[in-house]
């Protein structure tokens, strides 16, 4: 029986040989005036092929005419690491949710699974569901008799709102290289934001370096890239690189890239 480091990782995509034009890292790189590393870019080339071509799930990136569904581009990003084993290769994660999902073969899992239907957030969201109803069968009625009772619910539910988001802060986790674990919550309040911002911790980024961690990978380099078209901002370009966000990332990275040469 083989023993647990000798398990192909599900998640991890080696190079094989390299040739002489591709050199390791000396340092962490992550990203110089959008110029990714050239294993990044090897890597890029390897997921952009694999997303013209799989068949596996349907997203409507906007691409390809007469798709069904909205419009959505993506954030995708490319770690290449080191195994314990030596190995180089890379991990591939996508920003927030892919073709409605969290979990794709391709991709490394996310930090907190919020489609967990055992999880306390799918609980805490169909109890605001049901005060959402009864708000609305009460309002059906006569108003001004049950105003107080409406009143009441709607304080419930803002209370009730208020504590699962914070709750869904401390859930979310992250190493450094040190094996250190901070919440999200900690990370902003340290950098002197009010609250994390919406979405924060489900960015491409700190999917990957979660992962790397926790399976004694050593990150080497780092790039993301947009893919498929953007309704809501001209900045997203399809098949362009981008710097990982500031507002989401920023104060996570600061930990998790703690330690890296």
């Known amino acids: 029986m083989k023993s647990d480091n000798t398990i192909k990782d599900p998640f991890f995509n080696s190079f094989g040989e390299l040739n002489d034009e591709y050199s390791i890292p000396l340092k962490f790189d992550l990203m110089h005036n959008n110029e990714p590393h050239p294993l ?21 990136f906007g691409l390809e005419q007469d798709q069904s569904g909205s419009v959505i581009g993506k954030m995708f990003g490319l770690l290449v690491v080191q195994t314990a084993q ?5 991990l591939a994660a996508f920003s927030g949710k892919l073709a409605g999902e969290n979990h794709h073969s391709k991709f490394v899992p996310p930090v907190f699974d919020s489609l967990d239907e055992k999880s306390f957030l799918n609980t805490g969201m169909k109890e605001l569901s049901r005060i959402n109803k009864e708000i609305r069968d009460l309002e059906e009625e ?8 409406i009143d009441a619910l709607k304080t419930e539910r803002k209370n009730n709102s208020a504590l699962l988001q914070q709750r869904l802060f401390d859930e979310y986790y ?3 290289s040190a094996g250190e674990e901070k919440s999200l919550n900690t ?3 340290n950098a002197e934001y009010k609250n994390p911002p919406s979405g924060a911790g ?15 990978m050593k990150p080497l380099a780092m ?3 947009w893919w498929g078209l953007s309704p809501k901002s001209a900045t997203w370009k399809h098949g362009h690189f981008y710097a ?8 996570i990275l600061a930990h998790m890239l703690e330690g890296l040469n």
Do not use: M
């Open 40 to 60: 990044c870019l090897l890597a890029a080339e390897k997921l952009q092929r694999y997303l013209q071509d799989q068949n596996e799930w349907n997203h409507n």
């Open 86 to 90: 030596n190995e180089i290769g890379y």
């Open 142 to 149: 006569k108003p001004n008799a049950y105003k107080e009772k």
């Open 174 to 176: 992250f190493l450094n």
């Open 187 to 189: 990370l902003f309040k």
């Open 202 to 216: 489900e960015c491409a980024g700190p999917k990957l370096l979660q992962y790397a961690f926790q399976h004694q």
């Open 223 to 225: 790039a993301e890239f």
């Open 244 to 251: 990982c966000c500031k507002e989401k990332c920023e104060p």
